[in-house]
């Protein structure tokens, strides 16, 4: 199984600034995914984190919101952009190979004041 | 929308089966189902996934009906650790892409 960790897994920030979030899986996975879950709310996939090009992102987010690099096969770096309350949320990252198990990490949690 | 419901939530007994059933009636040929617990402030923890037969792990049973447009998971002993959020996800139109509804509150009682 894959161990997934994030940085940091939690944060204060004040609205107009940046966060960028790390993503490391301690093995090489095929696949990475970043999710938000806001509060009381299920998750929603943000996008796939493509390694070597720009990642594929869902409706309703766009890249500029939120950046995301994935440069080799164990890592991965989603950043909220120009954050503003409504960003305050659980960011998680997810990986796996592929039709097998999909690992989540145990998420950020981020507050925007 | 979401392509899964369940129950918003379910007690159970410690010691008893745990049945939570999904529902997924348009899910599309290739879809996975796929099973994920958040137990409070954590991450979803992977339970068990399946395409078209019944799966058994260490941790839970799935049963997906020969239709494929419901599936129901089993924990076989419940434990109050059980106590968690349970999803019924499908991974969409790529692998891996996992659209998660509401979930079951899973309460487990002594």
């Known amino acids: 199984s894959a161990v997934i960790s994030q940085k940091p897994s939690r944060d204060i920030c004040q609205r107009g600034t940046s966060l960028t979030i790390q993503c490391q899986v301690d093995s090489q996975v095929t696949m990475m995914f970043w999710y938000r879950q806001q509060p009381g709310q299920s998750l929603t996939l943000i996008a796939t984190?493509?390694?070597?090009?720009?990642?594929?992102?869902e409706s309703g987010f766009v890249i500029d919101k939120f950046p995301i690099s994935r440069p080799n096969l164990t890592f991965s770096t989603l950043t909220v952009s120009n954050m503003s309350p409504e960003d305050s949320s659980i960011y998680l990252c997810?990986?796996?190979?592929?039709?097998?198990?999909?690992?989540f990490g145990s998420g950020t949690q981020l507050s925007v004041l | 929308d979401a392509k899964t419901t369940q129950p918003p939530s379910m007690d159970c007994a410690e010691g008893r089966a745990a049945n939570l059933p999904c529902n997924h009636s348009?899910?599309?040929?290739?879809?996975?189902v796929y099973w994920y617990r958040q137990i409070h402030s954590q991450g979803p923890q992977y339970i068990i996934h399946g395409l078209k037969n019944n799966e058994t792990n260490e941790m839970a049973s799935l049963i997906i009906t020969e239709d494929r447009k419901s599936s129901t998971l089993i924990l076989p002993h419940a434990t109050l650790r059980d106590t968690a959020v349970y999803y019924c996800t499908l991974d969409g139109d790529s692998w891996g892409k996992l659209q998660f509804g509401a979930g079951t509150q899973v309460v487990v009682t002594p």
């Open positions: 997810s990986a796996g190979t592929g039709y097998e198990k999909l690992f």
């Open positions: 348009t899910i599309s040929g290739n879809e996975y």
């Open positions: 984190a493509n390694q070597g090009s720009e990642a594929t992102y």
